[in-house]
């Protein structure tokens, strides 16, 4: 008779509830991950589809009044100020915007974009000095929009404008092209 301990029959299977519990463990770790991945997918489809949306989807130009004929004087620029053409429904005020508009003649109306052909800051209509500032870099424009001065490449943007039933509208668009 020894006196060596005896071992339980349940224990003796050790070895091969080792490689269930890894391979329980792998498999969790597979599932973890694959769950990452889709609640990363989830949370990263719309946010991809926000940002890279306004590229692939035409955006909608509308004509919007901006008041009566008889309220701008003949030669005189003013700012006028319309709703974006696309506001989001969160957008709040940042969906106004704003253009110059200059009274040439009794029938006749142009339209500037508010930013600098340069690197876009909003300019300043001085009536003094009859021209367009820039405070960014010191761009400025003469009243029909062309430079005058500094470094924008060009005039300031054009917006289609038009009279209809004794009010001036202004085509608005999100990205001035002429
Ligand atoms: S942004 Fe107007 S001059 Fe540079």
Same mark, same amino acid.
């Not at 224990?11 to 519990?21: L, R």
């Not at 599932?31 to 609640?39: A, D, P, V």
């Not at 109306?109 to 876009?120: E, V």
């Given at each position: 008779?020894?006196?060596?301990?005896?071992? $339980?029959?349940?224990?003796?299977?050790?070895?091969?509830?080792?490689?269930?519990?890894?391979?329980?463990?792998?498999?969790?770790?597979?599932?973890?991950?694959?769950?990452?991945?889709?609640?990363?997918?989830?949370?990263?489809?719309?946010?991809?589809?926000? &940002?890279?949306?306004?590229?692939?989807?035409? +955006?909608?130009?509308?004509?919007?009044?901006?008041?009566?004929? @008889?309220?701008?004087?003949?030669?005189?620029?003013?700012?006028?100020?319309?709703?974006?053409?696309? $506001?989001? +429904?969160?957008?709040?005020?940042?969906?106004?915007?704003?253009?110059?508009?200059?009274?040439?003649? %009794? @029938?006749?109306?142009?339209?500037? %974009?508010?930013?600098?052909?340069?690197?876009?800051?909003?300019?300043?209509?001085?009536?003094?000095?009859? /021209?367009?500032?820039?405070?960014?870099?010191?761009?400025?424009?003469?009243? @029909?929009?062309?430079?005058?001065?500094?470094?924008?490449?060009?005039? /300031?943007?054009?917006?289609?404008?038009?009279?209809?039933?004794?009010?001036?509208? &202004?085509?608005?668009?999100?990205? $001035?092209?002429?």
């Amino acid at each position: 008779m020894t006196n060596e301990p005896q071992i $339980p029959p349940n224990e003796a299977s050790t070895p091969a509830s080792g490689s269930i519990t890894a391979e329980r463990r792998k498999f969790l770790a597979w599932l973890s991950i694959g769950l990452s991945g889709l609640i990363a997918m989830l949370l990263g489809i719309p946010v991809i589809g926000f &940002i890279l949306g306004p590229l692939f989807q035409e +955006l909608p130009e509308t004509w919007r009044e901006v008041g009566a004929v @008889d309220q701008f004087a003949i030669g005189t620029t003013v700012k006028v100020s319309f709703l974006d053409p696309s $506001p989001m +429904l969160w957008a709040g005020v940042t969906a106004q915007t704003a253009a110059w508009l200059r009274r040439v003649s %009794a @029938d006749e109306f142009t339209a500037f %974009a508010m930013n600098c052909s340069h690197l876009g800051c909003p300019v300043r209509w001085l009536p003094q000095a009859q /021209l367009f500032m820039c405070p960014c870099h010191g761009g400025v424009y003469y009243a @029909d929009g062309t430079v005058a001065a500094g470094p924008p490449p060009r005039g /300031l943007f054009h917006l289609p404008v038009r009279i209809r039933g004794g009010k001036v509208e &202004i085509r608005a668009s999100a990205v $001035p092209i002429e």
